[in-house]
């Protein structure tokens, strides 16, 4: 069983950037990828970013790519998605998931277990 809780959502102004924290309990943390999503106000969950359980590979959306990084440190069974240059479309909640399987990553039926969200909002 892994837990995963996400923390760093806020409101921060256009141009801004954020960091999403996800810490996960469990000792499997380190053999599992890792994803994010977000889901906007009255709209479909969609793919943010992927890493592999290494974390030497990495899938992003087009939307963010260029503008979004996601890491891991297995040490401390923790997930990163750094967000630099937000636009108030990147405004939804983000979702942090994990799974041992290390294919089909930008679907959220890949992932076994995922956290409750963390809300982020970018003003114009």
């Known amino acids: 069983q892994v837990q995963l809780v996400e923390s760093g959502g806020g409101l921060v102004q256009a141009g801004g950037s954020l960091r999403l924290s996800c810490a996960a309990s469990g000792r499997t943390f380190s053999t599992y990828a890792m994803g994010w999503f977000r889901q906007a106000p009255g709209k479909e969950r969609e793919f943010v970013a992927a890493?592999?359980?290494?974390?030497?590979?990495?899938d992003y959306a087009d939307s963010v790519k260029g503008r979004f990084t996601i890491s891991r440190d297995n040490a401390k069974n923790t997930v990163y998605l750094q967000m630099n240059t937000l636009k108030p479309e990147d405004t939804a909640i983000y979702y942090c998931?994990?799974?041992?399987?290390?294919?089909?990553?930008?679907?959220?039926?890949?992932?076994?277990?995922w956290g409750q969200g963390t809300q982020v909002a970018v003003s114009s």
């Open positions: 890493i592999n359980w290494r974390g030497d590979s990495t």
């Open positions: 998931l994990a799974g041992p399987k290390h294919y089909g990553l930008r679907n959220w039926g890949t992932y076994d277990y």
